[in-house]
T-cell receptor
């Protein structure tokens, strides 16, 4: 099993450009998440999807949109990139059992916005 | 409000010394606590979950509900333990709240 996969691994954008980060999981998890990781800030939740067909905002959703394409795939879109969105983005998936909040992470996408 | 506090940004110890990474949480319900580890430029990996009460790579963590703490401990640090460590809090919403992380640097 590949677990959680993300593409691309690296990306450089100019301010105003758009892009979509792709995420897929093969663990049959219902929940999927997008985080950004910034120095001194830890991981902050951007959006999450508790199940196929549902998405909800996290702590820092502004400037992002998401699509839960099917149970396996959860994409994150930057419509008009800004330098403040320079970060490392992690996708994760997890069980929805109330006693099992464990999440499994992808390898990350390192995004630089110039 | 749910919150996780890791007071130390950096913890530097010598090889063989004991390690304690602090984590305090704020949560009104029954919490689930986790420690995740991130080695240099790699993905986050689960290290410990409080519900399992296990020791992984020599690390242990005990949930202290009275002090609302979940400190990570290891009696003898190894150089390969150098990494970023994140404490995370889960509740009934299937979302995790992460602390800001502590960078552990083990000096030879």
């Amino acid at each position: 099993n590949a677990g959680v996969t993300q593409t691309p691994k690296f990306q450089v954008l100019k301010t105003g450009q758009s892009m979509t980060l792709q995420c897929a999981q093969d663990m049959n998890h219902n929940s999927m998440y997008w985080y950004r990781q910034d120095p001194g800030m830890g991981l902050r939740l951007i959006y999450y999807s508790a199940s196929e067909g549902t998405t909800d905002k996290g702590e820092v959703p502004n400037g992002y949109n998401v699509s839960r394409l099917n149970k396996r795939e959860f994409s994150l879109r930057l419509e008009s990139a800004a330098p403040s969105q320079t970060s490392v983005y992690f996708c994760a998936s997890g069980s929805t059992s109330i006693f099992h909040n464990e999440q499994f992470f992808g390898p990350g996408t390192r995004l630089t916005v110039l | 409000a749910q919150r996780v506090t890791q007071p130390e940004k950096l913890l530097s110890v010598f090889k063989g010394a004991p390690v304690e990474l602090k984590c305090n949480y704020s949560y009104s319900g029954s919490p689930e606590l986790f420690w995740y580890v991130q080695y240099s430029r790699q993905r986050l990996q689960l290290l410990l979950r409080h519900i399992s009460r296990e020791s992984i790579k020599g690390f242990t963590a005990d949930l202290n509900k009275g002090e609302t703490s979940f400190h990570l401990k290891k009696p003898f640090a190894q150089e390969e333990d150098s990494a970023m460590y994140y404490c995370a809090l889960g509740g009934a919403t299937n979302k995790l709240i992460f602390g800001t992380g502590t960078l552990l640097a083990v000096q030879p």
